[in-house]
Structure formats: C-alpha cells, structure tokens
C-alpha cells in the first residue's frame, strides 16, 4: 500500500548528540513536510519541501535541518538537540502545496533526549 | 500564532452517543479540515470542506463550517469504542500558497464501551 514511512518510531539521544529522523513515501507527492508535535499540543510546522524548495516557517531554531535528496526521501536533522526538543515528529506528504489538499500522514517518530 | 481553537478540550460519552466537537478560527480560508490522531500515532484525515460548502457528511461524520462565525463543528454520530481519539481542525490561509496548515489545539474524545 502507498504510504508515508517515518523511521525510527522511536529515538533516544543524549543532550547535544546529532540525530537525523527519516521519512519516505510510496505517494510521489510533491510536497513533504515535517512537524513538532509536544505532549498534548497541536502539530507545528517546521519547514516544508516543495519539490525541492525548501520553505523553513520563521519561528523554526535553526537547530533544525532539513533535507530532500530525492522525491520519496525527506530527513530532518536536529544538530544540537535539547531537552525542550523531546517531542513526536511527524512526516506528512501532500500532492500540491496550495492548501486544498489533504496531508497524508506517517506514524511519527517519538524523540526522547537524555 | 494559533488559528484554531477547539472546545471542548476533552469529551467523555458512552457508546452510542453523540459526539460534537467546535473549532472556531480568526482569519479568513479557503477550506477546513479536520483529522484524528490516536494515542501516539500520526494523524489521518477525516474531511476536508471548502469555504463555500456549509456541511459535508462522510459516513458517521458530519461537519458544519459557518464563515460568518468563522467557526466549524464535527459531529460523530453513534459514537464506538474506537472513535476514542484526538480530533484536530486544521485551516490554510486565503492568503496561503504553502500547503501550510494550522491546527487547532484539539479536542481528546474517549468513548466508553
């Protein structure tokens, strides 16, 4: 079935170890996005690709990195991750980036830093 | 800054019941969504309406959407056991070429057998 991939499902770092999370999807989408996602809180958007755009949402620290080798590929890498960065992070992959598309969405990926 | 608000925060009814959750929002749009998220999983999309549509039904879910009030509500009818989730709305901006969607906060439903 065609779908949106995220792995680890969960991950465990120190304070100020690198982590890259990873997404891949089945949907040849051309728009993927990555969101934060704290405890009982709504997702929020850290930066999206379309095609190979990169659209970074102003308020993301730059702690957070992104990259989109290919179409089906998308990581997210945390340089420098802090205790306030443990989260959920979710992967979502739409077909165009005007808003009036549906998101599909992986299962996310749990970050937990130590 | 938040676009959308839900209320109520949480929703406990027993099975068979009906269920309504609200979700008010401050700018204009060009279509509403709402999406499920079960404990510790990613979202799925329930049900996407335009702006110029005032109610749409898929299956057990019927949603409203009131621009003039800027609000939106989602109905489950029946509710089961399985209906117990997270419900968020989530809205793009007129403005907005992105894709990018804001979420509202969410409303936890749990639904007793």
């Known amino acids: 079935d065609a779908m949106v991939i995220q792995n680890p499902r969960y991950q465990v770092t120190q304070f100020g170890k690198p982590v890259t999370l990873s997404c891949s999807q089945t949907?040849?989408?051309?728009?993927m996005y990555w969101y934060q996602q704290k405890s009982s809180q709504a997702p929020k958007l850290l930066f999206h690709?379309?095609?190979?755009?990169?659209?970074n949402e102003a308020d993301t620290p730059d702690n957070f990195q992104s990259r989109r080798p290919n179409t089906s590929f998308c990581f997210l890498d945390i340089r420098s991750p802090g205790l306030g960065d443990a989260a959920m992070y979710l992967c979502?992959?739409?077909?165009?980036?005007?808003?009036?598309?549906?998101?599909?969405f992986g299962p996310g990926t749990r970050l937990t830093v130590l | 800054s938040q676009q959308g608000e839900e209320d109520p925060q949480a929703l406990s009814i027993q099975e068979g019941e009906n269920a309504t959750m609200n979700c008010s929002y401050k700018?204009?749009?060009?279509?509403l969504q709402w999406y499920r998220q079960n404990s510790g999983r990613g979202l799925v999309h329930l049900i996407l309406?335009?702006?110029?549509?005032r109610e749409k039904h898929s299956g057990r879910l019927r949603v409203t959407l009131d621009t003039s009030k800027k609000s939106s509500s989602l109905l489950i009818t029946a509710s089961r056991a399985a209906d117990t989730a997270s419900y968020f709305c989530?809205?793009?901006?007129?403005?907005?070429?992105?894709?990018?969607?804001?979420f509202g906060q969410g409303t936890t439903l749990q639904v007793k057998p």
């Open positions: 690709y379309y095609d190979k755009d990169f659209n």
């Open positions: 979502a992959t739409s077909r165009d980036p005007t808003g009036t598309d549906t998101q599909y």
């Open positions: 700018t204009s749009i060009n279509n």
């Open positions: 989530a809205t793009d901006g007129l403005a907005s070429n992105t894709g990018k969607l804001i």
């Open positions: 309406i335009r702006s110029n549509e």
């Open positions: 949907l040849n989408h051309n728009v």
